[in-house]
């Protein structure tokens, strides 16, 4: 059983759309984040979010938007998609400082 | 956001050698973890240390968190094939994500 599944595992799309990413975590956790990992490898906060608050790393522009249903799920939406938003966007979960549970990831790539 | 500096970037090495992955910040930290990930994969947690100083060994995997709390080593002895992936450290405060350094991506051939 799964602990933190996201959907798509893959996502090729063109420039101009809209595309979403699901999460959800099954561990019962109270925190889910957002990274992004470039070409290099490089892992970057994007977003982390529990049913307090929503922390946004300045640096992400307004385009993306994570969207929380529910405790156990949250999604990602990106506006106006860019050549540059091509990469691998991670899921994960966590309890207050703990250890952070990673999905498999979906590799996005803008055409 | 608080910088995590990882060296070396790559390191290709043959099985049966020794190891080290350095992670350095001039930030203090509350906790710090060593992740690894695999091609295709997330991240997966190796070891957390918490205490300034704290030594952690899991099997030929020995981490140690500096004095100061900025800084952590992980060695390898004799290193194995299976051990090729990338090394990931991160470190943690209270109220903030994990930040992750850009990772030591390791080779070992047989």
């Known amino acids: 059983d799964t602990a933190v599944s996201q959907t798509p595992k893959y996502l090729v799309t063109q420039m101009g759309n809209d595309k979403s990413i699901k999460c959800e975590q099954n561990?019962?956790?109270?925190?889910m984040y957002w990274y992004k990992q470039d070409s290099k490898k490089f892992l970057k906060i994007m977003f982390s979010?529990?049913?307090?608050?929503?922390?946004i790393n300045e640096t992400v522009p307004n385009r993306f938007s994570p969207k929380s249903p529910d405790k156990a799920h949250l999604n990602l939406h990106i506006n106006s998609l860019e050549l540059g938003d091509s990469a691998v966007y991670f899921c994960?979960?966590?309890?207050?400082?703990?250890?952070?549970?990673f999905g498999q990831g979906t590799r996005l790539t803008v055409v | 956001t608080q910088l995590l500096e990882q060296s070396p970037q790559f390191l290709s090495i043959q099985e049966g050698e020794n190891l080290t992955v350095y992670c350095n910040s001039s930030?203090?930290?509350?906790?710090l973890q060593w992740y690894r990930q695999e091609p295709g994969e997330g991240p997966v947690l190796l070891v957390t240390?918490?205490?300034?100083?704290e030594v952690k060994k899991l099997k030929r995997l020995t981490f140690q968190f500096g004095d100061a709390r900025k800084d952590s080593s992980l060695h390898i002895t004799a290193a194995q094939p299976g051990d090729t992936g990338l090394y990931l450290c991160a470190g943690g405060r209270a109220g903030y994500a994990l930040n992750f350094g850009k990772g030591t991506s390791l080779l070992v051939t047989p």
């Open positions: 994960a979960s966590s309890q207050v400082q703990g250890e952070a549970f």
């Open positions: 240390v918490v205490t300034g100083g």
């Open positions: 930030s203090v930290f509350s906790s």
């Open positions: 979010y529990n049913n307090k608050e929503l922390i």
């Open positions: 561990l019962g956790h109270d925190t």
